[in-house]
């Protein structure tokens, strides 16, 4: 029932006022995240990367009273920053102080929200900057991320959240101060807005906050544009030709399942035990990695998690109306590239057809319970988590997700698998060289014969003369190649 | 801080320091003790409830990989060390690891390989207790090492899409001649791919460093001392010391600068690193804490240098100074990373420049006063969870295994004087101490 009051409220169009989100506490530092119902899914068709330009304009610009240089003059001995995150849905402004420097920072935060500087040369700086993060970190040095986005940006091909975050290239050179400020003014609303604030700050501290926000536009109700792409219901591949020295994968397919729905908590306790992110003992991680050596791990999702090479833990407020099914393949040499896919493969239609066993669902149901604490350890943590269930209209996450574990049974478990997953319905991105080679082997099924540096054991050889015939029905028309040069531009 | 301290020993009922809270820089009421057969135990009681995070800290890195092809091997056996036990295989393991809801992982830096879980606090028994079986009983078989050497090579083939790697690495091998910084922790190509057939030596280096002596284990969160101690000398007390002792060889002084080019061969940015050869890590010597505070004056973001190559020219995109807390003398670097490669002597004569004002000219106290600030709050704000706590302390265990370390440190700070900055950057920051490397993309 409180759930679905939190819904209304949240989606109400008369809904005008700023919501607070506070955790006061006994700490001596306070946490602000400041989060905007808004974001890439809200750039015009013709600007992507308008969300995220405004946003980090406003976080390592100017404001209109301080220069760049004063502003950093003035954070830097309290080695403090206001940093942001830009998603579909929502743009986070966050950062912790000091309670004894409280006043100080708190001035600078929300100058640099409400009185941002617009100057030309702050533009240009961070402009060059998100394009270089395209063509140089992204498209030039990191294959795995590249992987992802290309998987998102297929599969959402032609709809709002069909383009990287950061936007294309031909894009980001035209966009002009004019067209941020339209944005701001537009989507920087009251409407748009929940504070967190958490930690040691004086009473009534959260309501000045407030009030000071007030002076934001109230803004019109926003039509969400929806998300809701059609899986292809067959397997497809995009292969993106790059020099490299090994093959960087990811697949996936959309999942119509977010927090709140229904089987939810099933999908959880699926993904942990299927590949708990960046941890050892996942099903996959097992079979791939531990087992024959074929890369570094092995993981999957439910929900967006970007960034996973550089993080362990997920970060909070990127909440999506709709997500994918995603497994991440990390990378391996290109002459195992083919039974790599396969192997992944057969593992993901094993869990589809025979499911979790009773042992493994209760230890992976006592893992999450557990460990859900240890994902909301920060204030910040816990500000962003509770403004994701304010979003998904669902109680405090970790209430949410025990309460769901205490009451699911391994059945409710393997039939929300089956309802959900399907093997046969998968977009494949691999960066690889070469990728007419992999493109033939994809479409014509050749034998991917494995041979090991040490013997294997008795079941693994066997398994193996499967898993080298493993078929992967996809259609030559099916498979795309695609010049690195030619992404995001 | 005044305010988490209270309530820490308002929790703990521990009042281990007689000094005020705001003079400590670590402030929460560690306790450092050592168990007869030389492990080190530190508990932390944080005050934050419910979690505990145990941080197992080994004294070896990269830095004792000592003898020709035989890099890479510490951080080899930061994997090898989930392979298992007779008494706990590695399915058993992971299966107990999973049930108490265990972040689990482990690192290996130039100096120390670090196995760290967070966990309830009701679980703590069990994980000192799985934790000890397999640092003492550790067993695999020569084909479970061959596999996770493919594992090792793995991780190196995710890494190398990077052009930083790249610069590293060639970095280190331009800029040391006989000293193990010489490589990267991941280790040289060519000695990963021997791997699979050092069965023998891997056990070698194990039984070398995987020894109480140098091993520390860092108890930090919703914790009882006594009983931590209690528990520790139960399951890690019987463990035996080892005789070895490395000879890492000195590196000898750099005679004339050195130059390195690399030609990335996919379209980047120019990338420059400018080093020189730094002292090794003191908390009483003040060479050190004062190139560690040119590294923020000459290249933070609110340094002139900063401001000019990034904001106003905006030739630069990213810039900073770094100088590592090395136990043996490393590197004080300057990385740039150039929009245009007609700029990189242009930025690479602004670095120098900067840097030698430092030999001519004193700093300013109050800006000097600033970067002291700077560090401090950023010290503290980091601590704002058990792991993070056990985190930072496990960091600084990096050359004694002392916590006090980060006091000493801290109160170093407070003493440093622009004549200090200035006598460290005439000894330091001078030709012959130089290596400079360039990183160019292709098309």
Same mark, same amino acid.
């Given at each position: ?124 700086? #961070?402009?060059? =900057?998100? &394009?270089?993060?395209? /063509?140089?970190?992204? +498209? ?6 590249? *992987?992802? $986005? #290309?998987?998102? =940006?297929? &599969?959402?091909?032609? /709809?709002?959240?069909? +383009? ?6 031909? *894009?980001? $050179? ?316 | 801080?005044m305010?988490?301290l209270s309530l820490v020993l308002l929790c703990c009922g521990a009042t281990l320091f007689a000094a005020t809270p705001?003079?400590k820089?670590?402030p929460f009421p560690y306790t ?13 009681p944080?005050g ?177 001392k ?218």
């Open positions: 029932m409180r759930a679905l009051i939190v819904l209304l409220l949240l989606s109400s169009a008369a809904w005008a006022q700023i919501r607070v989100v506070a955790r006061p506490g006994k700490s001596a530092l306070v946490d602000f995240r400041i989060v905007f119902l808004t974001g890439a899914a809200y750039d015009p068709p013709e600007k992507p990367g308008l969300a995220n330009l405004t946003a980090t304009l406003l976080s390592e610009g100017s404001t209109r009273e301080l220069s760049h240089k004063q502003l950093v003059d003035a954070m830097f001995p309290m080695a403090a920053a206001v940093t942001s995150q830009v998603d579909k849905e929502m743009i986070t402004f966050y950062g912790s102080t000091d309670v004894q420097n409280l006043e100080r920072y708190y001035t600078l935060f929300r100058t640099m929200l409400l009185n941002p500087g617009w100057r030309e040369d702050d533009l240009r700086r #961070v402009k060059d =900057q998100a &394009i270089n993060y395209l /063509r140089v970190s992204l +498209r030039g040095a990191n294959e795995e991320e590249l *992987a992802k $986005e #290309v998987l998102y =940006q297929t &599969i959402f091909d032609g /709809r709002p959240y069909g +383009r990287t975050n950061v936007g294309s290239i031909s *894009a980001l $050179e035209k966009m002009t101060i004019g067209d941020l400020r339209r944005f701001y003014e537009l989507q920087f609303t009251q409407q748009n807005l929940i504070i967190g604030i958490g930690g040691g700050y004086p009473q009534g501290f959260a309501d000045r906050v407030k009030k000071d926000f007030e002076v934001l536009p109230k803004g019109a109700p926003t039509s969400r544009p929806m998300a809701t792409a059609k899986s292809p219901g067959i397997l497809q591949a995009v292969l993106v030709e790059k020099p490299t020295r090994s093959v960087a994968i990811s697949m996936g397919t959309t999942l119509d399942v977010k927090r709140g729905d229904p089987d939810f908590p099933a999908l959880l306790v699926t993904q942990s035990y299927f590949g708990q992110h960046r941890a050892s003992g996942g099903r996959l991680y097992d079979r791939m990695r531990e087992l024959r050596g074929l890369n570094y791990g092995d993981y999957a999702y439910i929900e967006y998690f970007p960034r996973g090479m550089f993080r362990f833990e997920p970060e909070p407020n990127l909440a999506r109306q709709q997500q994918i099914f995603q497994i991440w393949i990390r990378p391996v040499p290109p002459e195992t590239a083919h039974f790599s896919m396969r192997l992944a493969l057969f593992e993901f239609d094993k869990l589809i057809r025979d499911g979790m066993s009773q042992e493994a669902f209760e230890r992976t149901r006592s893992f999450l319970n557990k460990n859900i604490n240890l994902l909301i350890k920060t204030k910040q943590a816990e500000l962003g988590y509770a403004i994701d269930s304010l979003y998904y209209g669902i109680p405090e996450y970790s209430t949410y997700v025990k309460s769901a574990l205490a009451k699911l049974t391994v059945k409710d478990v393997n039939e929300a698998i089956r309802r959900n997953l399907r093997a046969t319905d998968l977009r494949i991105v691999a960066v690889a060289q070469n990728c007419e080679d992999l493109k033939k082997k994809l479409s014509t099924n050749p034998l991917s014969t494995m041979t090991y540096n040490s013997p294997k054991p008795e079941d693994v050889v066997e398994e193996d003369k499967i898993i080298e015939r493993f078929r992967i029905d996809i259609k030559p028309e099916s498979i795309q190649i695609v010049p690195v040069e030619s992404l995001f531009e | 801080m305010r988490l705001t003079e820089a670590f450092q003790e050592e168990l007869p057969n030389g492990l080190r135990l530190v508990t932390i944080t934050f409830p419910n979690i505990v995070a145990l941080y197992i800290v080994v004294q070896t890195g990269s830095r004792n990989e000592v003898e020709e092809g035989k890099s890479g091997y510490a951080h080899l056996f930061e994997h090898l060390m989930f392979r298992g036990t007779p008494r706990f295989p590695a399915e058993k393991y992971q299966a107990l690891v999973k049930t108490a809801g265990g972040d689990q992982n482990a690192y290996t830096s130039a100096d120390i390989t670090v196995y760290h879980i967070t966990f309830s606090k009701e679980d703590l028994d069990t994980m000192l207790m799985l934790e000890a079986d397999r640092f003492q009983n550790l067993k695999y078989s020569p084909e479970i090492f061959k596999t996770e050497t493919l594992a090792v090579l793995g991780e190196y083939n995710k890494n190398v899409a990077d052009p930083n790697q790249k610069l590293f690495e060639t970095l280190a091998e331009t800029a040391f001649a006989r000293h193990p910084y010489k490589h990267t922790t991941m280790g040289f190509l060519k000695d990963i791919q021997a791997m699979p057939e050092q069965y023998e030596y891997g056990i070698e280096f194990f039984n070398r460093y995987y020894k109480p002596e140098y091993t520390t284990i860092i108890v930090a969160g919703d914790i009882n006594a009983a931590v101690k209690t528990a520790v000398g139960r399951y890690w007390g019987k463990w035996q010391r080892g005789k070895y002792r490395p000879d890492i060889p000195a590196e000898p002084p750099q005679e004339k600068p050195a130059t390195a080019q690399i030609a990335w061969p996919t379209a980047t940015l120019p990338q420059l690193a400018v080093a020189f050869k730094a002292p090794a890590y003191s908390d009483r010597d003040p060479d050190w804490a004062a190139l560690n505070l040119i590294s923020y004056l000459g290249f933070a973001e609110n340094s002139d240098l900063y401001q000019k190559l990034v904001v106003q020219e905006q030739k630069v995109d990213s810039l900073g100074g770094f100088l590592s807390p090395s136990p043996d003398p490393y590197l004080f670097t300057i990385l740039a990373r150039i929009k245009k490669p007609t700029d990189i002597r242009y930025v690479q004569d602004q670095t120098l420049a900067t840097l030698q004002k430092f030999s001519d000219v004193l700093v300013e106290r109050k800006q000097l006063d600033t970067v002291k600030e700077h560090l401090r709050y950023g010290y503290s704000l980091s601590l704002d969870n058990t792991q993070a706590v056990a985190a930072a302390a496990a960091r600084a265990l990096r050359g004694q295994r002392d916590l006090d370390t980060v006091d000493r440190l801290y109160a170093l700070y407070a003493k440093i004087t622009p004549e200090d900055v200035q006598k460290a950057a005439k000894k330091y920051l001078v030709d012959k101490n130089r290596t400079i490397v360039t990183l160019t993309g292709g098309k």
